[in-house]
């Protein structure tokens, strides 16, 4: 192995020496790819600047018994450890090696180059890498060069990864750095493509462009131009000009620096049409050469295009299921707005704006629903809905769920869709691209079929992992019941009160109508207990927040006003309130009803919101006054979402007999990130995958175990995220509770992992 390589040496088969990054780039410059020239420092430079400078001595003095959940311990730790890599001397040998590949580059002097990390970890999951590992850009002479190269090596000790190395139990001489040198491109126009929608999984490339370096669009500084490109008959399906009025522009002396645009520039297309389609034949190539989809970064120097960086796209379901006729004049529509593509499928319509003061008769069958947001109350109305747009939202908000479950398309996070759109007007609403165009009858047409069918037309391996399906939508529960899952993790009530009772709880009461409330209740429970028996449904009793209950009828006189209801006065803190303790035992008379009078014994009851054991012990007093007391056919769950509960999951464990983590809001609380917000969201803050979420989800699990509970999920993580998934199965989730369209990607994720798990095991056996 030699200490510094050429990048054109290299291919991705010497990853464990050069780094993905690295491996990449020399695969494509061999393939004939156009690749900035550069070379690699492999991993043998890594362990020779380590050993000239005694660096394993620092590290593990540093780690030694450190304290991995004390964040000024990991600081401390880190610190140390970067200093004396920054302050530990290159290898002279070495370093005239650097030196004299670097004036290579330059034809005798010494370019502008980016320094980048391309790190190797034998034996450690890649993805806990990700974003650790520092870049510097315009690096411009020897000494700098040096000091970069240096922070790349160290940037390896950065305390989230200290913290997951030493509670993992992995050595740190397994960790390598390579880093690679590379000459700096002065884009004129930079961008990101995909070889495939991935969102939709159609055949479509997509690029996304903008003027100036990349970084700025990398970033999510400046909204790109994009470009939907037919892969196979290469003509472009549609373009989304953006507005951008600056650029990153490379400085005098190698800084970056921000320029504004000219103002004939400022709204015009970024690529030339013959542009779009070279860059889409070089994406199309890559992909024929690795024989994958593949995310690719690009730049264009000189109206020369390079590729700057080729990843394979890892979260792909592969199991896509719907049949596309795609027409010529795609290109020439009119996109009104765009958003985030929330629930596939197209749909064309009238527009309905909505406002919380109008009354959702407003809402015909067929309409376009569009609205700032939805709320739990607005259900009837859209079910009636042909598609829905809302300006805010993320994947896991309300309209994006609720349009899910309906199978209808659902654009969230539009920003301006209630002003741009008009009542009345005629549209097209794209839910997998995130667009809604002017204009009836779509050009696109998709065909779906309904989950379950989708489903029982396709084999599904049998997993140890139980997988369950959430409902929300009663009249859907005969559909889903086909689906191969072993019952309903989460049925959500708020559905039942939005479409059997459509009054305030406590209104109903008060007026003497408890048992109405109780009887519609129950058949709304036992419609999807009847469909799914004997397979088990964990029904959530209510879990409105004050602004949603404040909507229903009669509402208004019970409700509170609060600043922000997500964290406010709902789940188990209202059930042991004294003003909605009536209500509250109302739901469970249903469920009581259900049970007994219908012969539904296979109804179980969640608890949503648990913040307290005090709280749980209440509730269960209050169920055994009723009637409802556990047994072996008559199971109670939490929901496992706020952190309390991860703290204190073995005290929680002695008075349940499941826990099921509701990730969603777990990922909220913890990150203190809104889940609805759009803006948060594109900026990773809301992410299962997120370190943290992990551990608090590992903590519940080993927790509630040692106690014999077993624990479910029922958010979007393990869908949305295959590695999300694996990580759960790895960490011994019992079951997984899905939306009915993701059931079936979900449980191949779930059978992969579940086979990598057992291989590793019998490797394992056999080594020994």
Known sequence: MKGIMSIKDLGVNDIPIAGGKAANLGELTAAGFDVPPGFVLTTESYDEFLEHNNLKTVISESIEDIDV?????????????????????????????????????GKGKYPLVAVRSSATAEDLPTASFAGQQDTYLNVSEPSSLL????????????????????????????????????????????????????????????IEAGYGLGEALVGG????????????????????ISTQTWKLVRGESGECLREEIANDQVKSQKLTDAQIEEVADIGNRIEMHYNRPMDIEWAIEDNHVYVV????????????????????????????????????????????????????????????????????????????????????????CHAAIVARELGIPCVVGATEATNVLKDGMEVTVHGQMGVVYEGGAPSVEVITTSAAATAVAVAV????????????????????????????????????????????????????????????????????????????????????????????????????????????????????????????????????????????????VMLPFVRTVDEVVEIEKMMNEVGLYRSKDFKLYLMAEVPAVVFMVEEFAEHCDAFSIGSNDLTQLVMGADRDSDV?????????????????????????????????????????????????????????????????????????????????????????
């Open 69 to 105: 959940d004390s964040d000024v311990a990991l600081q401390e730790a880190s610190a140390k450890i970067r200093n004396a890599f920054e302050e530990g001397e290159i290898p002279k040998n070495l370093e005239s090696q650097i030196l004299a590949e670097y004036k290579k580059l």
């Open 147 to 206: 000091i970069c190269i240096k922070k790349c090596w160290s940037s390896l000790f950065t305390p989230r990864a200290i913290s997951y190395r030493v509670s993992k139990e992995f050595e740190h001489d397994k960790v390598k750095l390579a880093v690679v040198i590379q000459r700096m491109i002065n884009s004129e126009k930079s961008g990101i493509m995909f070889t495939v929608d991935p969102n939709s999984e159609l055949p479509h490339i997509i």
């Open 221 to 240: 500084k400046v909204t790109p131009d994009t470009y939907v490109v037919d892969k196979f008959h290469r003509n472009v399906l549609n373009k989304r």
């Open 309 to 396: 960086q080729a990843r394979p796209i890892t979260t792909l379901s592969k199991q896509t299921k719907q049949e596309t006729v795609e027409e010529s004049e795609e290109s020439g529509r009119t996109i009104l707005v765009r958003g985030l593509g929330a629930s596939p499928g197209n749909a064309s319509g009238k527009v309905k704006i909505y406002d919380e003061n109008m009354s959702l008769d407003v809402v015909k069958k067929g309409d376009i629903l569009v609205t700032q947001m939805t709320t739990p109350d607005m259900v009837p109305a859209m079910t009636r809905a042909a598609a829905i747009v809302t300006d805010e939202g993320g994947m896991t």
């Open 461 to 604: 391996p049998v997993t140890a992992t139980k997988i369950m399906v959430n409902i929300g939508v009663p009249t859907k529960a005969a559909e889903y019941s086909e689906l191969p899952v072993q019952g309903v993790g989460l049925m959500r009530s708020e559905f039942l009160f939005t479409s059997h009772v459509q009054e305030h709880p406590c209104a109903l009461i008060e007026d003497g109508r408890e048992n109405e409330l109780i009887d519609k209740l129950a058949e709304g429970i036992a419609s999807v207990g009847r469909a799914f028996y004997p397979r088990p449904v964990v029904l959530r009793t209510s879990d409105f927040k004050t602004n949603e209950y404040h909507d229903m009828k009669g509402g208004a006189d019970y409700e509170p006003k609060e600043s922000n209801p997500m964290i406010g006065w709902r789940g188990c803190s209202r059930y042991v309130s004294e003003s909605y303790n009536k209500a509250f035992r109302a739901e469970l008379k249903a469920v009581k009803k259900a049970r007994d009078e219908m012969g539904l014994k296979n109804i179980w």
């Open 680 to 768: 948060l969201g594109k900026m990773g803050y809301f992410d299962e995958r997120n370190e943290a979420l992990k551990r608090a989800v590992k903590q519940i699990i080993d927790g509630a175990h040692k106690k014999g509970v077993t624990v479910s999920i029922c958010g979007q993580g393990p869908s949305v995220y295959p590695e999300f998934c694996e990580f759960l199965v790895r960490a011994g989730i019992d079951s997984i509770s899905l939306n009915p369209d993701t059931v079936v990607k979900t449980i191949n994720y779930v059978a992969a992992a579940e086979k990598r798990i057992i291989m590793e095991s019998v490797r394992k056996q056999l080594s020994q």
